[in-house]
C-alpha cells in the first residue's frame, strides 16, 4: 500500500490541518459575477502514519446520496483516531449544487466528469478539474469518486475501476471496487465500453499514479437511507482495508463483474409503462415497457436486446421516439 507520511500539518491552499485535527474551508478556483467560485473541503489529519484517502462527491451536485455519506464520514471521523488523512470535498460542483441543477454547470455547460484532466486556461468546469486532480485528489494515494444515478435516472450500485496497466495499481483498484460495492464492479479496459471512461475524474486520476474507483448508490434526485448506507459502509470498508481505522473490513463475497452495457430505447412515442426495476435479471426479447398513445392504444412493446442485468432505468413517464428506457449491464 502506499504510505503517506503525515507527521506535520497538511496543508491546501489556505486551509491548514495540524496534527490530529480538523480543518475546513473554501477553496477558491475563480469568481462569478456575484462572488467567488469555490469549493469546501475538510481535511481530517491523523495522529499515526498511514494512507491519504481523498473522497469527492457532488461532481454531479444533485447526486444527493453520495453527497450526506462524505458530510457524514467528515463528522463521525475522529482524527485523534485516525491513521493516516482524509481529503473530502462534500460538494465539488457548488453552483450544481446551489441551483439544483443534474448533469452540467450552469455556468459553462460542461460536465465536470468529462473534461479531466482539465486545464488551467480553459472554462471554470475544466479549471476545477485541473485543480481538483492537482491539488486535493492529487495529494492522496487513494481516491473515491462517489455518484448516483442524476435527475431522472434510477440506478443500481455498483463500483469501477480503470483498469492502468500496472498490476500492483490495479490489484488495489479491484480489491477497493469489491470492497465498496455490494454485487457488481466494472473494471474498464482499453475498450472504452464500461466506466470509469477516459475523460472522467477517476480515470485521470488513475494515471497520475493514485488508486481511484468510481462509487455510485442512488438516483433520481432523491435521498434515501438505504442508497446513503451503501455509500457510508463502501467507505467504512475501504478506510478498514487500509488499516485507517478499527475494525475488520466485511467479507469479501460474489461479485460480478461487468463486460460491457447496452441501453434499449422507444421508438414510438406515448406514456410508459415499466416493467421492469434496477437489478432485474433481463432475457433477450422480454417485455421491459409498453408505450401507449394519448389515446390508450398500446402501439409499442419494448423489448430487451439482450440478456443482461438493468443498472439503470430512467424515470421518466413519457417517451418519444429515441428515448432510453433501461440500460443493462452485460456480466
Ligand atoms: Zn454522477
Known sequence: MTETRTKGAIRIRGIVAEFGQRAQGFVTIGEAASGPIQF????????????????????????????????????????????????????????????????????????????????ADGSISEILAKVLLDEVIGAAGYHIDLHAGDLGEMLLPFAGY??????????????????YSPKLISLADSSGTIPPFADGICFAATRRGVVSIFAESGGNGTLEEADVRVHVDGVTNVMRY???????????????????????????????????????????????????????????????????????????????????IVRYWIV
Open 242 to 324: 487500509l488499516r485507517m481505522i478499527d475494525g475488520a473490513p466485511a467479507a469479501d463475497g460474489p461479485r460480478v463483474a461487468a463486460r460491457d452495457r447496452k441501453v434499449v430505447r422507444a421508438t414510438r412515442a406515448g406514456l410508459l409503462r415499466l416493467r421492469v426495476q434496477i437489478g432485474d435479471e433481463l432475457r433477450a426479447g422480454q417485455e421491459v415497457a409498453e408505450v401507449c398513445n394519448v389515446f390508450g392504444e398500446v402501439v409499442e412493446s419494448v423489448r430487451s436486446s439482450g440478456d443482461g442485468i438493468a443498472g439503470l432505468v430512467w424515470a421518466h413517464k413519457v417517451v418519444n421516439t429515441g428515448d432510453p
Open 40 to 119: 469546501p473541503l475538510v481535511i481530517l489529519n491523523g495522529v499515526e502514519d498511514g494512507p491519504t484517502l481523498c473522497l469527492t462527491s457532488g461532481v454531479h451536485a444533485t447526486e444527493y446520496a453520495p453527497i450526506d455519506a462524505v458530510m457524514r464520514i467528515v463528522q463521525s471521523i475522529d482524527p485523534t483516531k485516525l491513521r493516516g488523512a482524509l481529503l473530502a470535498v462534500p460538494v465539488v460542483n457548488m453552483r450544481m449544487f446551489d441551483s439544483r441543477t443534474g448533469f452540467v454547470s450552469p455556468l459553462d455547460g460542461l460536465n465536470l466528469n468529462k473534461v479531466a484532466p482539465g486545464r
Open 162 to 179: 480503470a483498469l492502468t496497466g500496472n498490476r500492483e495499481l490495479d490489484a488495489e483498484g479491484e480489491a477497493l471496487a469489491r470492497l
